[in-house]
């Protein structure tokens, strides 16, 4: 059980990234994130402590909740926002990476797939499949029995195993194929960038309204190879420079001093076969230092 403010406080702080973890990959966005935790401490430092057995437990379910309630906010705003919505990058640490399951579960490409999934069903997938939660604990967050939730984590893997990458790339295979990416995208090189994209390979912008981008999906190997290697990446004043994001090699494009542009890639079957470009500021405030992800 849990006691005394200094103990809340202790609990709390000890569970953050947890529970900041959880809260993004039910939301895709940092900011979101970061609101989620203020209210679920609200409502922990409210919380008749004395009857906690379990603060992890607790806390998770309180965050599931209030995720859950700002994703179905969210998802009339995201109905209207301008071009393609992608999720927010984060600056991710070295040991993400090294936790293979983990990083696929916070990629770009993973939390684009768990987009389409319903909330119940996303909140389920994520607790069950990335957080092992057993499934009664489940269901305290969800509001659901034991058996319903069972149903909703099978519906949901299979919707989500339809749609994840095919076939493994290892981390170094993934760095070779982003430095080759990078030269030909330096140079201008569209012969260099057709050898590694896929024939299907799909580019997605996400300027927010706020920065130009493309408004629609851009699909097929040549045109994608093209809008590439027209973009004023060579300029004197722009820079790419490797980094880790969401647990994964990715591009940042620096411009004066600071990120303009953050390039994350889909690997499916050792090829590129999705590019996503983050260029709306407001996703990019938590490029500054790395994201503390924990589960």
């Known amino acids: 059980m849990v006691s005394g403010d200094g103990t809340a406080v202790d609990a709390f702080v000890t ?15 940092a900011a979101d994130a970061e609101d989620v935790l203020q209210e679920t401490w609200l409502r922990w430092a409210d919380a008749d402590l004395a009857t906690v057995r ?8 309180i965050t ?15 109905e209207s926002y301008v071009g393609s919505w992608l999720p927010e990058p984060l600056l991710t640490a070295p ?14 490409a993973m939390l684009l797939v768990l987009e389409t999934l319903a909330p119940t069903e996303r909140a389920v997938f994520v607790l069950r499949e990335v957080f092992a939660l057993d499934y009664d604990e489940i269901a305290g967050a969800v509001d659901k029995s034991p058996a319903a939730v069972r149903q909703i984590a099978h519906r949901a893997r299979a919707h989500v195993a ?7 790339i290892s981390p170094a295979d993934s760095r070779r194929a982003l430095d080759a990416f990078r030269r030909a995208v330096e140079t201008g090189d569209v012969q260099g960038l057709l050898d590694v994209l896929a024939p299907d390979v799909v580019f997605l912008g996400d300027g927010g309204g706020i920065r ?27 820079s790419l420079r490797p980094a880790q994001v969401n647990g994964h090699p990715a591009l940042l494009f620096h411009l004066d001093g600071g990120i303009d542009t953050v390039i994350a890639l889909r690997f499916d079957e050792g090829l590129i ?23």
């Open 54 to 61: 379990d603060p992890r437990a607790y806390l998770v379910r």
């Open 15 to 29: 569970h953050r990234n947890l529970l900041f973890t959880v809260a993004y990959e039910l939301l895709g966005s």
């Open 162 to 168: 339809a749609r994840r990458p095919r076939g493994a």
């Open 212 to 238: 130009q981008a493309v408004l629609r999906p851009v699909a097929g190997a040549d045109r994608v190879a093209r809008l590439l290697a027209s973009t004023p990446a060579r300029a004197a004043a722009m």
């Open 64 to 78: 599931t909740r209030q995720a859950l309630n700002r994703l179905r906010a969210v998802g009339r705003r995201r």
């Open 95 to 108: 040991d993400v990476a090294d936790d293979v399951e983990f990083a696929e579960s916070v990629s770009m």
């Open 273 to 295: 076969t999705a590019i996503y470009a983050v260029r709306n500021p407001e996703k990019l405030s938590h490029m500054r230092r790395e994201a503390g992800l924990r589960r």
